[in-house]
């Protein structure tokens, strides 16, 4: 079974930086497109930016010029560096492995980002 775990959520300022981390194992890496989504209290889980394999990304318009998404293809690992954090920004972050060609895809346990003063 594919086993997806973040890390590195906590508490930070507004302004403020962190950097999530997402471990993949037990999975073919570079079949699976990897993203991160969001889900704040009492809303929807939105998609907050993608990889694919070979890097290319997309941003929700929301990150844009904020967060940055990367992947190491050899150690399977996502990252997502989140550079002058919004309290809106304060969400359960999850890690996302999305097979394209037959639309199958996994999540992590999440990890919980708070952007307060």
């Known amino acids: 079974q594919v086993q997806l775990v973040e890390s590195g959520g906590g508490l930070v300022q507004p302004g403020g930086s962190l950097r999530l981390s997402c471990a993949a194992s037990?999975?073919?890496?570079?079949?699976?497109?990897m993203g991160w989504y969001r889900q704040a209290p009492g809303k929807e889980r939105e998609k907050v930016a993608n990889i694919t394999f070979g890097g290319t990304a997309k941003y929700a318009d929301f990150v844009k010029g904020r967060f940055t998404i990367s992947r190491d293809n050899a150690k399977k690992m996502v990252y997502l560096q989140m550079n002058n954090v919004k309290p809106e920004d304060t969400a359960v972050y999850y890690c996302?492995?999305?097979?394209?060609?037959?639309?199958?895809?996994?999540w992590g346990q999440g990890t919980q980002v708070t952007v307060s003063s």
């Open positions: 037990r999975i073919t890496f570079n079949i699976y497109t």
């Open positions: 996302n492995a999305y097979w394209t060609t037959i639309a199958r895809d996994y």
